[in-house]
């Protein structure tokens, strides 16, 4: 089976397509040519060479594995490796022909369909659409049956049955690429047709039709030899791998060495072009390759001085992050305390490190990245040792930037976001749905029962994120941690999101940390603000009423400053006055 | 499903609640209406193109098809009796109209060689071949989705790169063993050398044991396929932000892997698994050569090559056609009821 290649030619097809990609070789990719050469070779010169021993009748009929005929010979005494080998040259063109013609007929078909005016075009798709759901086999042997049996015959019906494969994958990706912004402008600025598929729609599809031709050529392999071996293809004096594993079996149980070549070179050649079409899928995706999240504690003296009784919720002295690979320094010495009902506001633009350091506290760093700090203590407890998952989940509260993404698609939201209080907090599963549709009231979504049952999909951007509030508060968290939670939604949210925020942290007296960008938005909302740039803290702000351009030192506060004007004064917007309204 | 009423499958805009009349958070209920009445409808849309595919299976015969079926060594007066039973003397709209009215009654003709019901021939091999068919994707799918999802955890971030590479390098052999000759190697070693399974169905051997090696060799390659795609899709999957949102609740693995991941994991699965699923059928009718077994295959195939027995082939091809489309339909509906996304797009 071959379903991997058109999988991975589909998820390629998938990728951004405008993303710059250097092509990698890779030792999968380099071994399956290397194969496929050695079939070549075998498929040119064994004719020449074995042709009279494979097709002579021989003297010694059904021989075991001699030194004279390792694969032994079959019943007319012809030597069975002599013939797998001359049988190459047969079975590879004709799965060779039977992929070029499907290829051909069914990227013709593709682009036709993707050309067509609109209705022509529905139909097309219905019909590939059809012609897909079949079995590749019965297509087949639907052709063979009105065709009869032989080579030509057979060659043509697993071509016919795959054309099918190559116009979807054709049509699907043309109408990706013609709906991208560059083709977009080039067609108005009055390209051709023609000249568009030619010139920008087939050079961009290059990619995943060679990974799904490596993988058509394995299953036109297979399929070809199927017919053959079940009697519907080659038939005598002709012969391919199939019919050689036809004769076989026939002698399976007085000479079960018979098999042998017909069955290793069919696997060969077909996992030759396995390799060829997975190395061409990876060498088109390369993964990444990181290890795994380390965080550890550093020596040193402290930079943050606590006083024994104040009301402090997080000590975070000296937190580093580095690449794990390359060492390369992400965040460097940032340390901070963050004091009971206190709004902390971490601003940067985006690789200063913000986010990490954020990660750090919440003890999620991501893979391939090390960090250590010299203290990290969360309301007494110390973050750096072992803490328990229920610990965690009591004291820390997660809110993230893309609600689209951060929920579950496939989970309705009264499972996933339940599962905290009853995994980890002890909660029965009603007392937990009941403390979420209160959490929900809490944060004004409407019929909190009936959203409990509904999937993310169902829900907008900004009920999203009232959910995930809802969800983070539910624990009673000692700290809120919420990470640039208003990027991905439009200004009107945003702002109902703060003003929740806000109302959050005045009622419960949860301590938040606050990720963002956006000076403008962080000056609302929170008490402190710290500056981050190139993984340091450049600018400490202890005052964020009387914040301008004079009270700040660092040039970069400035420009941040300079490039946020007016926020706080004319657009009432996200003002603390309002959120506390 | 929920019984409470539904406005509309879409959520209700967002901002906040109309005063007066409360906003009540939509269910899935039109949802599956709508999709439930697609699907019939495309079900059948495509049964009367199977019908219709079926048919030109003799008028597509090159030259003339009475000649054709009878064979080179015919008499004009065999050739005239087939033609006469095929109809194939009436005008085209004549002989499509006998065909259809007897398709909807199940009557595709009687078979040439049997003088029976080519739809009863058909029938009594059906569940021969469900049974392998069914049994492998069940294996297939289980196994492979489980195998590829431990892999898939056990080499996350590049974790033990030696698991990772052995498991590539084993499953793409295995997967690119042919199933027919997989099934030829099974045959060789446990019936041939070892003696322990019988190496073809027969009356005189224990069904049960007689199905080992077909389902064997059926579902050995495709749960290597099926693991390599589920081992991708997981790596893809841990590194979604939902499944960062579950770390940052500190669910325990189990949960987190089980709960938050596998159903994500079941959709790609299972839309792949419809792909799978027809490729399996079609390597059925192949395998099945092999162990000699009663199914479609044997059917299909003699009726091609020996008989060239065309009643037989039409309504064979009809009802293996018939399986893929049901088979379909219920791995849809299974997907709907897991991920109700897919309800509202189009299958792909």
Request: net charge neutral.
């Amino acid at each position: 089976m071959t379903e991997s290649n058109p999988a991975a030619a589909v998820r390629v097809a998938e990728a951004p397509a405008d993303r710059a990609r250097r092509f990698a070789w890779n030792p999968g990719l380099v071994i399956g040519l290397g194969m496929l050469a050695v079939v070549a070779v075998a498929a040119v010169i064994a004719p020449l060479v074995f042709g009279t021993q494979a097709t002579g009748v021989g003297t010694d009929p059904g021989q075991a594995s001699s030194a004279a005929h390792p694969l032994g010979t079959d019943t007319l005494g012809r030597d069975m490796l002599a013939r797998t080998l001359v049988a190459t040259q047969s079975t590879v063109l004709m799965a060779l022909f039977a992929t070029v013609l499907s290829s051909v007929v069914g990227i013709a078909f593709g682009i036709f369909v993707w050309l067509a005016p609109r209705r022509l075009r529905e139909l097309g798709l219905r019909l590939i659409e059809f012609a897909v759901s079949y079995p590749t086999m019965l297509v087949a042997i639907i052709v063979a049956a009105i065709l009869g049996q032989g080579v030509v015959q057979v060659v043509v019906a697993v071509a016919v049955a795959n054309i099918a494969g190559f116009a979807r994958l054709t049509a699907n990706l043309a109408a990706k690429i013609s709906a991208s912004e560059y083709v977009t402008t080039a067609r108005l600025m009055g390209v051709p047709v023609h000249r568009l598929a030619l010139r920008h729609v087939l050079p961009n599809m290059a990619e995943p039709i060679l990974i799904l031709i490596a993988g058509a050529f394995s299953g036109a392999l297979v399929e070809i030899s199927g017919l053959s071996f079940i009697g519907l293809g080659a038939q005598t004096p002709a012969f391919d791998w199939g019919t050689l594993l036809n004769d076989g079996l026939s002698r399976i149980a007085v000479n079960p060495i018979v098999i042998a070549g017909p069955a290793v070179a069919l696997t060969f050649t077909s996992l030759a072009a396995l390799m060829v079409g997975d190395g061409l899928a990876a060498a088109a995706n390369p993964r990444s390759n990181s290890t795994r999240a380390r965080l550890v504690r550093a020596e040193g003296e402290p930079a943050v001085v606590t006083i024994e009784g104040d009301d402090t919720v997080l000590i975070a002295d000296g937190i580093t992050v580095k690449h794990g690979s390359t060492g390369r320094p992400l965040v460097s010495d940032v340390s901070f305390t963050i004091r009971r009902g206190e709004v902390l506001g971490i601003v940067g633009e985006s690789g200063s490190g913000k986010s990490l350091t954020a990660s750090v506290v919440a003890r999620l760093l991501g893979e391939g990245l090390e960090a250590s700090a010299r203290r990290l203590e969360l309301g007494g407890t110390d973050l750096l040792g072992r803490v328990s998952g229920r610990t965690l989940a009591s004291k820390i509260g997660l809110v993230y930037q893309d609600p689209g993404t951060a929920l579950n698609p496939a989970l309705v939201l009264g499972t996933q976001l339940s599962d905290v209080l009853t995994i980890r907090l002890g909660f029965s599963r009603r007392g937990a749905l009941g403390l979420l549709a209160r959490a929900f009231e809490a944060v004004k979504l409407s019929d909190p029962e009936g959203r409990l049952r509904q999937h993310p999909h169902q829900l907008s951007g900004g009920m999203k994120q009232r959910a995930m509030i809802a969800s983070a508060m539910s624990t009673k968290p000692d700290l809120l941690i919420a990470d640039e939670p208003t990027t991905a939604l439009d200004v009107t949210v945003q702002r109902e999101v703060l003003s929740l925020l806000k109302r959050m942290n005045e009622q419960s007296g949860t301590a938040v940390l606050f990720i963002s960008h956006d000076l403008g938005v962080v000056r609302a909302l929170c008490d402190r603000v710290l500056v981050m740039k190139d993984g340091r803290i450049v600018e400490r702000i202890d005052d964020v009423a009387t914040l301008s351009e004079d009270t700040v030192e660092h040039p970069y506060t400035k420009q941040l400053l300079a490039a946020t004007p007016t926020v706080a004064v004319k657009v009432p917007a996200p003002t603390p006055g309002e959120a506390r309204s | 499903m929920s019984t409470m009423t539904a406005d509309s499958f879409a959520a209700p805009g967002p901002g906040t609640p109309e005063p007066g009349r409360p906003v009540k958070a939509a269910t899935l209920a039109g949802a599956w209406r709508t999709f439930l009445v697609r699907r019939v409808a495309g079900l059948l849309v495509n049964l009367a193109l199977l019908v219709l595919v079926t048919f030109l299976i003799v008028q597509l015969i090159p030259g003339d098809p009475a000649t054709a079926i009878a064979g080179e060594s015919a008499t004009l007066d065999q050739v005239e009796l087939v033609r006469t039973q095929l109809g194939l003397d009436q005008p085209l709209p004549v002989q499509l109209w006998t065909y259809v009215s007897g398709v909807v009654q199940g009557d595709f003709g009687d078979s040439y060689r049997y003088r029976q019901p080519a739809m009863d021939i058909v029938m009594t091999a059906v569940p021969y071949t469900l049974t392998i068919t069914i049994a492998a994707v069940l294996l297939l799918l289980v196994l492979g989705i489980a195998l590829g999802m431990a892999i898939g955890v056990a080499t996350r971030g590049d974790r033990r790169r030696w698991l990772d590479l052995s498991f590539s390098v084993v499953t793409g052999i295995i997967s690119s063993i042919p199933t027919y000759v997989l099934a030829t190697g099974f045959v060789v070693v446990f019936a041939v050398l070892w003696r322990v399974l019988p190496p073809a169905y027969s009356p005189a051997y224990n069904i049960g044991a007689a199905a080992i090696l077909p389902i064997a060799s059926l579902s050995i390659g495709g749960i290597c396929s099926v693991a390599r795609i589920v081992r991708r899709e997981t790596a893809v999957i841990l590194e979604q932000d939902y499944m960062r949102s579950a770390r940052g609740w500190r669910l325990p693995t189990l949960t987190l892997y089980v709960k938050h991941m596998l159903p994500n994991l079941l959709t790609t699965a299972l839309t792949l698994s419809g792909i799978i699923l027809t490729a399996l059928l079609g390597s059925a009718l192949i395998t099945e050569a092999v162990f000699a077994w009663p199914g479609l295959g044997g059917v299909i195939v003699q009726a091609i090559a020996v008989d060239k027995d065309y009643p037989v082939i039409r309504a064979a091809v009809f009802v293996i056609g018939l399986i893929s489309l049901v088979m379909t339909l219920i791995i849809d509906i299974i997907l709907g009821l897991i991920d109700p996304r897919t309800l509202g797009g189009k299958r792909d």
